[in-house]
């Protein structure tokens, strides 16, 4: 079991940062994979970002360049850093961790929107 904890949604511009954080009840360093994702309103929810145990990461296209996942280690907490927010990553972002058996666990979202 994994329990996690988002925080650190809120309301900014086009063009600001917000950062994302995860806190979970485990070491992330030995959890298989942990990714952030998001639905925006009458779509399916997306792969945001993600970075596996051994550190390597992956990110949507749409945010490539602008987002930047991480983890630390004493916090057992991951983040996503968010800059030059537009307005279609509007939505509400939920963290996910998947242990190496394929169980999969969620956080209960944190909403972020991008006004134009």
């Known amino acids: 079991q994994v329990q996690l904890v988002e925080s650190g949604g809120g309301l900014v511009q086009a063009g600001g940062s917000l950062s994302l954080s995860c806190a979970a009840s485990?070491?992330?360093?030995?959890?298989?994979?942990m990714g952030w994702y998001r639905q925006a309103p009458g779509k399916p929810r997306e792969l945001v970002a993600q970075?596996?145990?051994?550190?390597?990461?992956n990110y949507a296209d749409s945010v490539k360049g602008r987002f930047t996942i991480s983890r630390d280690k004493v916090k057992n907490t991951v983040y996503l850093q968010m800059n030059s927010l537009k307005p279609e990553d509007t939505a509400v972002y939920y963290c996910?961790?998947?242990?190496?058996?394929?169980?999969?666990?969620w956080g209960q979202g944190t909403q972020v929107t991008v006004s134009s």
């Open positions: 996910k961790a998947v242990l190496r058996s394929g169980l999969g666990f």
């Open positions: 485990r070491s992330v360093f030995n959890i298989y994979t």
């Open positions: 970075i596996a145990s051994a550190g390597t990461t």
